[in-house]
């Protein structure tokens, strides 16, 4: 589904309103927002009380409306919207630079993102009527055969060893924590009968509770579907932050993989400082999230998409980001961001460095 962003309020011609104090009410028996209120002798609910909350209230709208039109030009309207006699007033400039510059623009975004969404809702009630024969992604997206499967000779060798470290059966398995962040494919196999399935995804809070029980079995917070939603696990090579910190398994199971990929990050951005760490997912779909810690020394994390795969597209603070073979630089720890679905073998990379790894270069590890 699609995550849409609140526009920023402008920072003049607000106030705090309708606070109140219901908590504090009950613990002190009288009427603390002012109210004709009989429930409790004490407080602020007599005639005069009321009468003098209403005046103040009134004194702070005509200050906000005479703050308003301080400057700029517009036509006064009256509360049904429909111009008073013609008479000219004079609009905030604030208030105009932020219908101009936040609130129109977001509007047009809303508007393509609310359309998506439709399109979503639309493929999960047929996946629905299929009684979940067909997925959302093979009815939302067009078939794997309308993109090409030729790789770009920069990509070729970091897919290679992607495809051999599948092939090899060694691919760890996702941790619980990372699973977390990760979407689910709606079927599992019952206990009485491992062969059928259930239409029901397990739900965010008992994936989070097994994952806080369960250290042994490392996939047991999501059940995947091959080709769907990380069905072959997400790990990390190069290095992590702490001196007692176990370094990733994924260094001595890919080291080819590890430097091709290292490699792939300067010849993409041959400007950016190396990073540290690199995320490798197979079919990962990501829900909307912001990365652990906090990152450091290029204070970006790049991620790039490889494969033959339709859809899959990152979104990152509702914008919509074609990765495939296509590097993207993006702030991981301060931009919510997450995957849209896919269909077929999607692979993608992110380099990042972490808080705790100054100065380590993956590259020459």
Request: charged share 20%; proline share 7%.
């Amino acid at each position: 589904p699609v995550l849409v962003p609140a526009p920023p309020v402008p920072p003049s011609g607000l106030y705090s309103a309708e606070t109140t104090y219901m908590t504090w009410e009950g613990k002190m028996k009288a009427i603390l927002s002012a109210r004709s209120c009989r429930r409790y002798p004490k407080g602020f609910n007599e005639d005069t009380v009321r009468q003098g909350v209403e005046d103040f209230e009134k004194e702070i709208h005509d200050g906000i409306m005479r703050a308003w039109n301080m400057v700029g030009n517009g036509t006064a309207k009256d509360n049904h919207g429909s111009t008073d006699n013609g008479t000219k007033y004079k609009r905030n400039t604030i208030e105009s630079q932020w219908v101009t510059h936040y609130l129109e623009p977001w509007a047009k975004k809303a508007n393509i993102q609310l359309q998506d969404y439709r399109k979503w809702k639309v493929a999960q009630d047929l996946a629905v009527q299929s009684n979940h024969k067909l997925t959302i992604s093979q009815t939302l997206l067009p078939p794997l055969e309308s993109v090409t499967s030729d790789v770009p000779a920069i990509f070729q060798k970091v897919l290679s060893c992607l495809q051999k470290a599948n092939s090899s059966g060694l691919w760890p398995s996702t941790t619980p924590k990372r699973q977390l962040v990760m979407v689910s494919t709606n079927t599992e196999s019952t206990a009485d009968n491992p062969d059928t399935t259930t239409a029901t995804p397990t739900p965010l809070s008992i994936a989070h509770t097994k994952t806080q029980i369960s250290s042994l079995t490392r996939t047991s917070a999501y059940v995947y579907r091959e080709g769907e939603g990380g069905a072959s696990g997400s790990f990390s090579v190069g290095a992590m932050p702490g001196t007692n910190c176990e370094q990733p398994k994924g260094n001595t199971l890919f080291p080819e993989l590890m430097k091709a990929a290292f490699e792939l990050e300067i010849a993409l951005c041959p400007d950016r400082e190396p990073s540290s760490t690199i995320a490798i997912n197979r079919n990962a779909h990501f829900r909307p999230h912001l990365d652990n810690g906090s990152g450091s020394g290029q204070s970006t994390s790049l991620i790039v998409g490889l494969g033959t795969y339709v859809g899959g597209q990152l979104v990152v603070e509702g914008d919509t980001n074609d990765i495939r073979y296509k590097g993207l630089q993006f702030n991981g720890w301060t931009q919510r961001h997450w995957t849209l679905p896919f269909r077929g073998e999607r692979f993608s990379l992110v380099w990042f460095t972490p808080k705790g790894c100054e100065g380590i270069r993956g590259i020459d590890l």
